[in-house]
């Protein structure tokens, strides 16, 4: 297939897709198009129509960064503030599905507008991935919620998260995330590199010491090979 101009976008300074797509102009604009199953495009409804013309998403205020999951998307504002919408089975927007009295219930549970997060106003940074979040507050550190499952999240609590209450240890100063299905990967500014989550194949590059370890709860300090 040959490469398609999105018609209608310029001045575009940031993107991130999943099953939708989302862009970032240099006014702090954020736009969205793909698929809507779960509230993702953020315009009060869940449909299964074709979207494949951007429209606004109206936060309110500029927007710096932004972050798709499997059905989720976080927003970072220019003042630190976090916005979410989208799938919220496993509280990765933010919001306890647990009052649901059913499964379907709990699948069914979207946020279809942009819900402020209003634990942090002091945020630097965005990851989202699969039914996880995460953002760096400024000390450094990071904080997650969402799906915990295999040890997705960095952290020694079991169960999801709805509310982050605690850092992922050893991981101040952070400089990126990089994010599979069920493990994440994370640098700091010393270039140390660590992992977490599911352990599938060596994914974690934990070398012998985790070989037999299907999940590594907390993050794990990866051994680089010595030039």
Do not use: C
């Amino acid at each position: 297939d040959t490469p398609v101009e999105v018609a209608g976008l310029t001045n575009i300074v940031q993107i991130s897709a999943a099953v939708s797509s989302y862009a970032i102009d240099t006014e702090g604009r954020l736009w969205a198009w793909g698929k809507n199953n779960y509230g993702q495009l953020a315009n009060g409804v869940s449909d299964s129509d074709v979207h494949s013309t951007p429209t606004e998403i109206n936060i309110g205020e500029p927007v710096i960064n932004v972050a798709s999951g499997k059905g989720h998307t976080l927003a970072l504002t220019s003042s630190g503030q976090v916005y979410a919408w989208g799938l919220n089975a496993s509280s990765q927007v933010g919001m306890n599905p647990s009052d649901a009295s059913d499964e379907d219930e709990v699948w069914d549970n979207y946020v279809l507008t942009p819900k402020l997060l209003p634990w942090f106003d002091d945020v630097v940074a965005i990851w989202a991935n699969g039914n996880q979040s995460f953002a760096q507050r400024s000390d450094g550190q990071i904080y997650p919620w969402g799906q915990n499952m295999l040890g997705t999240l960095g952290i020694e609590e079991d169960g999801n998260v709805a509310e982050p209450v605690s850092p992922i240890l050893e991981l101040e100063n952070v400089t990126d995330l990089g994010n599979g299905a069920l493990h994440t990967l994370a640098i700091r500014n010393d270039e140390a590199v660590f992992a977490w989550g599911w352990s599938f194949e060596g994914s974690l590059g934990g070398g012998e010491s985790v070989a037999n370890l299907w999940t590594y709860r907390l993050p794990l300090l990866v051994s680089m090979p010595e030039d």
